[in-house]
């Protein structure tokens, strides 16, 4: 278990940047995979990208493919999310997911996840 917490939101004109943090409290962050998933406005949390325990694994969503980057550093305990080239459909709140131990695949589920964080909203204009 562990306890993640969102910043980086904020609002941008399409086309534009964002980067995501995603901080995480304790000493097993390097033992968790890590995901993005976002919810806009009456719709369903969908997934956006994830990284393995190590970051030698991602996988991204093919809406966002090309345009954001996961990353992350276990020293300090943090992921990240840059997004570019932002569009106004990838307006939603963000929120930071996390699972624990060894897994074969990433996931893309929200039921795949164990922890969350609270979300941050990006809003994108047009």
């Known amino acids: 278990q562990v306890q993640l917490v969102e910043s980086g939101g904020g609002l941008v004109q399409a086309g534009g940047s964002l980067r995501l943090s995603c901080a995480a409290s304790?000493?097993?962050?390097?033992?968790?995979?890590m995901g993005w998933f976002r919810q806009a406005t009456g719709k369903e949390r969908e997934f956006v990208a994830a990284?393995?325990?190590?970051?030698?694994?991602?996988l991204y969503a093919d809406s966002v493919k090309g345009r954001f980057t996961i990353s992350r550093d276990n020293a300090k305990n943090t992921m990240y999310l840059q997004m570019n080239s932002l569009k106004p459909e990838d307006t939603a709140v963000y929120y930071c997911?996390?699972?624990?131990?060894?897994?074969?695949?990433?996931?893309?589920?929200?039921?795949?996840?164990?922890?969350w964080g609270q979300g941050t909203q990006v809003t994108v204009s047009s």
């Open positions: 997911a996390g699972r624990a131990g060894r897994w074969l695949r990433l996931g893309v589920g929200v039921s795949e996840y164990d922890d």
């Open positions: 304790g000493r097993t962050f390097s033992s968790y995979d």
């Open positions: 990284i393995n325990l190590s970051g030698i694994s991602t």
